[in-house]
């Protein structure tokens, strides 16, 4: 097998992994998008070596480019749906931690309630 063929077949599979995960982020499965994200380093690792012993051809970089350029842009929009995701996580361990502070102030109470006095004229 050249290296040509070989190198087309793994970017190939890594535009198909990142469609997929960008799918899967664009529709909130975070869950099957971690699974999805080793498969794809692992494509990642697997097409570092490939091209370890001997560089591609100009020609093969030129057919290459545009599908490159693809999966660049859905992992630039994977990371940025991901930021989303954390910053609402991020709100919503905030939100969290006030009602628990709120609580805990209340609860040192001890079930007084505290009424203000009236004062004497």
């Known amino acids: 097998m050249t290296l040509a063929p070989h190198l087309i077949t ?14 899967l982020a664009t529709d909130g499965e ?12 692992s494509a990642v690792q697997k097409l570092a070596r490939s091209t370890e012993d001997a560089a591609p051809s100009v ?13 660049l842009d859905n992992e630039a929009e994977v990371k940025r749906l991901l930021q989303i995701r ?6 919503l361990v905030g939100q969290s ?3 628990k502070s709120v609580l805990s102030a209340y609860g040192k109470q001890g079930g007084i309630v505290m009424v ?5 004229s």
């Open 86 to 91: 954390m910053d609402e996580l991020a709100s």
């Open 30 to 41: 975070w869950e099957a998008l971690i699974s999805k994200e080793m498969d794809y380093v």
């Open 59 to 71: 020609q093969v970089l030129d057919q290459l480019r545009p599908v490159l350029r693809h999966i």
């Open 10 to 23: 793994t970017y190939q599979q890594l535009l198909t992994l990142s469609q997929g995960m960008l799918r």
């Open 97 to 99: 931690s006030r009602q």
């Open 116 to 120: 203000p006095r009236e004062t004497q």
